[in-house]
Nanobody, 126 residues
Framework: EVQLVESGGGLVQAGGSLRLSCAAS????????IGWFRQAPGKEREGVSC????????YYADSVKGRFTTSSDNAKNTVYLQMNSLKPEDTAVYYC???????????????????WGQGTQVTVSS
């Protein structure tokens, strides 16, 4: 069974940085996909970033492009979301999601995901 554990959230002032981690276990295949999502109170869930472990191809939402960076440590089955120049509007619960079966469809490297973590709160004060 795949399990995802997020960590690294917290309270930070605007302009600051945080690094979120998504530690995965139970993958069946060597190649996997991880996506980062966030949901603020009263708002719909938003896709933030995603990465493919096989080729490190990434995607970023326009709202975070240039400020957030996703990277993977395949030896540890851990994906990181480095968040710089944080803004109050980045405040949300951040979730990671995973897929460990092949995906070659439109939208690569962001497939439909099969597993979700419990989320970690990120609060950016002004």
């Amino acid at each position: 069974e795949v399990q995802l554990v997020e960590s690294g959230g917290g309270l930070v002032q605007a302009g600051g940085s945080l690094r979120l981690s998504c530690a995965a276990s139970g993958f069946t295949f060597d190649d996997y996909y991880i996506g980062w999502f966030r949901q603020a109170p009263g708002k719909e869930r938003e896709g933030v970033s995603c990465i493919s472990s096989s080729d490190d191809r990434t995607y970023y939402a326009d709202s975070v492009k240039g400020r957030f960076t996703t990277s993977s440590d395949n030896a540890k089955n851990t994906v990181y979301l480095q968040m710089n120049s944080l803004k109050p509007e980045d405040t949300a619960v951040y979730y990671c999601a995973a897929r460990d079966r092949p995906f070659y469809g439109l939208g690569y490297p962001c497939p439909p995901y099969d597993y979700w973590g419990q989320g970690t709160q990120v609060t950016v004060s002004s």
